[in-house]
């Protein structure tokens, strides 16, 4: 079945620093999507992605869909307490809009 | 707009008991859906209705059966609770159709313990 997943695990950014989180699928994506959760909250939807290779940006962070449509990644800049909690990327699978969520890159922020 | 509302918070169950956790949105959406997620993990559907009068098994029906009362609710029934069920239970709903989003929106959580 479809399988989405995503690296790293965990990542420690000190504040003020960039990094980037990676999202792949084993099957191409009709689109993708990204979710943010805070530490003992929801899933938050974020963005969604549709073309291939198509970038969005929301302030600091930017995301990125791969050509193949097949991976995706979310690039943080200049790292903020705020940036703190879980990023989930989903992908529908190919019948009806169900998303697979990958396992998330959980984001802890050394002040 | 209240969004999607999840009843209770809270719940502490013994093995082999019963109960229904509820979910109501008030944003005439289409589909519904219910996820679990453990400790460090992603979120795994165990069943969605994709409009009213219909539901379907996702990843992990086992132990579970829900019901679409009607476009706003969709519940989800432990018949005879397990310590694996213990979780934190999730309702999310979307409208795949004419809004330009296929994004979910999630309520605020069921933290259940079974013991």
Known sequence: GQQVMQIPQYQ?????????????????LSNIQWYKQRPGGHPVF???????????????????FGEAKKNSSLHITATQTTDVGTYFCAG???????????????????? | NAGVTQTPKFQVLKTGQSMTLQCAQDMNHNSMYWYRQ??????????YSASEGTTDKGEVPNGYNVSRLNKREFSL????????????????????????????TFGSGTRLTVV
């Open chain 1, 46 to 64: 974020l963005i969604q992605l549709v073309k291939s290779g198509e970038v969005k940006k929301q302030k600091r962070l930017t995301f990125q």
């Open chain 2, 38 to 47: 453990d400790p460090g993990m992603g979120l795994r559907l165990i069943y």
């Open chain 1, 92 to 111: 529908p699978k190919a019948a009806g809009n169900k998303l697979t969520f990958g396992g998330g890159t959980r984001v802890l922020v050394k002040p």
């Open chain 1, 12 to 28: 420690h950014v000190q504040e003020g620093e960039d990094f980037t989180t990676y999202c792949n699928s084993s099957t191409t």
């Open chain 2, 77 to 104: 029934r432990l018949e005879s609770a397990a310590p694996s069920q213990t979780s934190v239970y999730f309702c999310a709903s979307t409208s795949p159709q004419g809004t330009g989003s296929y994004g979910y």
